[in-house]
């Protein structure tokens, strides 16, 4: 039986900017699902959380959430509301000066039973769906946590309780606009891979076993049509040297579909996939340290091996391949975090050939401090690198206090276009690692705070 938990939270009402906003505060405590809601507050601002509707002094409505204390909230009107066709619709935000705070949700979750991953998914009715998970004693179960599109919370859906899904490893948007979390178990000698299947229209969420006949350690999956490929590594044995696998699943059933074992050095990080528009397959390891390597791998259909292209660079620093994405132009672009001294740098490869293009140094630690990146958001234009920085070397670890966070646009032919600061209202430490998405509703900008202490967990929303 599915698990699907959710609850309605009553406003918190707040005067923001002469105008009454109405936010909630998303406080979840013991049995997942189950929301209490604080005080009534009247004050400058607005307290922690996600906004609802609420009615301004023009007649048009605001929409705002404070991440912070009562009275650090922020306010931005949108459109009015009131039409003929849909009266009381709130629209999306009109004129707006670009990457302007709109609304803040604050997750609270209790550290003994729950969890939330560092992946987000915006689905096309604009619901917002957070990477998440529960557990009860050893048994770990993958879900979500739904957010409207406008910062309303809207509760939690799990997996079936009998058989669980697996501690979650990331969220995918299948092309019905379902989700799938994909997860990974080690239970003895086994090592179990689990997908489960979350319906977008509220139908009971489904699980499959995918079972690669050997020990397993994935870690990362893209969604290709009907099927899930996965990159992890081995070993059948219980000493390195370690093998690197790229295997297809059928998302129906967990059938392999085929598996390809590829050559590589030591591959336990900097394991990364990605699906081009039509299709297209590559795989890449980047990690440079103890093992050094950055080798990118073009596949075909059936998991033959295209092309294979090392992008290893003397003299070798300590790094590690963050992301790995197929943009317009036909080319692959691997982004890379340097440790020390800290740098970001995106390197571009030809799609069809495999052929080194240009690379770019993103950012480097100077005296605004050190950087550290995520994810990357591929817009029709150019790249999207949200580069959180920090007073400690990256190196000492992702955690940043003071934490600022920029917005680096960079082109499709290496060209740095924009390197815009980033507000994050009331939000000081934190993580330098964060995930962006865009609203499907108003294309807004979302941000995903979700690696470090839980009282840290955020989603911010930005004008587009």
């Known amino acids: 039986m599915t698990d699907i938990k959710s609850a309605l939270i009553l406003p918190r009402l707040g005067l923001v900017a002469g105008a009454l906003a109405i936010t909630g505060c998303l406080d979840v405590h013991g049995d997942l699902g189950v929301f209490t809601e604080g005080g009534v507050e009247s004050s400058g601002g607005a307290d922690p959380g996600a906004s609802t509707e609420g009615a301004s002094g023009d007649g048009g409505t ?21 039409t003929e066709e849909d009266p009381g619709e709130l629209l999306c935000p009109d004129g707006q000066p670009s990457l302007s705070p709109m609304w803040t949700v604050q997750f609270e979750l209790d550290p003994d039973t729950q969890f939330l991953t560092n992946n987000l998914v915006a689905l096309s009715d604009g619901r917002i769906a957070v990477g998440a998970g529960n557990w009860d004693g050893l048994n770990t179960n993958a879900g979500v946590a739904w957010v409207d599109w406008d910062g309303g919370t809207e509760g939690w ?16 948007r299948a092309a019905d606009d379902s989700l799938v979390a ?12 689990r997908m489960t299947r979350i319906p977008a229209d509220g139908s009971p969420a489904t699980v499959v076993d995918a079972d690669l006949g050997h020990a ?38 967990g059938a392999l579909e085929w598996e390809v074992e ?6 336990v990080l900097g394991l990364h996939l990605a699906v081009g528009p039509n299709g297209e397959i590559v795989a890449a390891h980047g990690k440079a340290g103890d093992h050094d390597e950055f080798k ?40 890379m975090q340097y440790v020390w001294p800290a740098e970001v740098r995106a390197h571009a490869i030809g799609l069809a050939q495999g052929e080194a293009r240009w690379d770019t140094q993103v950012a480097m630690e100077d005296d605004s401090g050190s950087p550290g990146f995520g994810r990357a958001l591929l817009d029709p234009d150019a790249l999207v690198l949200p580069i959180g920085r920090g007073p400690t ?16 646009r960079l082109g499709f032919d290496g060209a740095i276009l924009d390197d815009t600061p980033l507000p994050l209202p009331d939000f000081t430490a934190g993580s330098r690692t964060l995930t962006p998405a865009r609203g499907g509703k108003c294309g807004d900008l979302l941000l995903l705070h979700a690696n470090a202490d839980p009282s840290k967990h955020r989603l911010w929303s930005f004008a587009p």
Do not use: C
Request: proline share 11%; no cysteine.
């Open 62 to 82: 605001t929409t705002s959430a404070g991440p912070g204390e009562p009275g650090d909230g922020t306010a931005v009107p949108t459109t009015a509301a009131d």
């Open 157 to 172: 859906s799990f997996g079936p309780g009998d058989p669980q899904g697996y501690d979650p490893h990331a969220l995918r």
């Open 182 to 193: 994909f997860g990974f178990t080690i239970e003895g000698t086994q090592h179990l891979m």
């Open 216 to 253: 397993v350690w994935p870690q990362d999956f893209e969604i290709l049509g009907d099927s899930a490929l996965i990159i992890g590594r081995g070993p059948e044995a219980d000493m390195p040297p370690f093998e690197l696998w790229v295997a297809r699943i059928d998302l129906a059933t």
């Open 262 to 267: 590829l050559p590589s050095v030591h591959p």
């Open 296 to 335: 990118v791998w073009r596949l075909g259909d059936d998991g033959s091996v295209l092309w294979t292209t090392d992008l290893l660079e003397q003299p070798v620093r300590n790094n590690e391949l963050v992301d790995l994405v197929v943009t317009p132009g036909d080319q692959v672009v691997a982004i």
């Open 393 to 408: 070397p990256y190196f000492k670890g992702e955690s940043a206090d003071p934490l600022t966070v920029s917005l680096v």
